[in-house]
């Protein structure tokens, strides 16, 4: 089956540094995409990956390992509007998006 | 500005009383896509279409029904809610789906509340 994994939930605080992991399992790749999502809002883009490296645009980075079938997602410089839920999300060898359950940022003072 | 447009934001209706969801678009955008997601979990894909062809998901209930009379606008109609279809309904926008660069774009959702 396919799979995508992220961790629930983290804590940071503001000005700080966090990095949020995804892990995936799927039935080919054509690219991995992150989505930032506020409560009770629409995800919105947030990077697209598709080759090894990182990827920098602002306070935001995302990283891509395709052997370990891994990404991250760096935020810099936290500020509280960051607070969201951080979506993972693989595009299949169908063109499907699989997404992962998201990961929960909570940022502290 | 181009965007995706959902209405109504909230929604509430009786168990078993038929609902309809509209979205519409400015992006001119090939593929449209609706999503369920519930509280914490990751959306769920039920249909999308390539222009007019419709691809429905193996596991979307037949309560469940989409139509897409043009380009611009797209409809999920829930012929019986259940209160386990208390969700967020999310549309969604891509140039094109064969294209591992391209871009889902979201609309603001409607978000579903069955009494």
């Known amino acids: 089956g396919q799979n995508i994994d992220q961790p629930t939930e983290m804590t940071a605080t503001e000005g700080a540094i966090v990095q949020i992991n995804c892990t995936y399992q799927?039935?080919?790749?054509?690219?991995l995409f992150w989505y930032q999502q506020h409560a009770g809002e629409a995800p919105t883009f947030l990077s697209y990956n598709v080759l090894d490296g990182l990827e920098e645009k602002g306070r935001f980075s995302s990283f891509l390992s395709r052997s370990k079938g891994y990404s991250y997602l760096l935020l810099k410089e936290l500020q509280m509007k960051d607070s969201a839920s951080y979506l993972c999300a693989v595009m299949d060898s169908n063109y499907q998006l699989i997404w992962g359950a998201g990961t929960k940022l909570i940022i502290k003072p | 500005d181009a965007m995706v447009i959902q209405n109504p934001r909230y929604q509430v209706t009786q168990f078993g009383k038929p609902v309809t969801l509209s979205c519409s678009q400015t992006?001119?955008?090939?593929?449209m896509y609706w999503y369920q997601q519930k509280s914490s979990q990751a959306p769920k894909l039920l249909f999308h279409?390539?222009?007019?062809?419709?691809?429905n998901e193996a596991d979307t209930p037949d309560n469940f029904q989409s139509r897409r009379p043009n380009t611009s606008f797209c409809f999920l109609d829930i012929r019986s809610p259940g209160l386990g279809d208390a969700a967020m309904y999310l549309c969604?926008?891509?140039?094109?789906?064969?294209?591992?660069?391209?871009?889902?774009?979201f609309g603001p959702g409607t978000r579903l509340t069955v009494l």
């Open positions: 799927t039935s080919g790749f054509n690219g």
């Open positions: 992006l001119n955008h090939n593929v």
């Open positions: 279409y390539y222009d007019k062809d419709f691809n």
């Open positions: 969604a926008t891509s140039r094109d789906s064969g294209v591992g660069s391209d871009t889902q774009y």
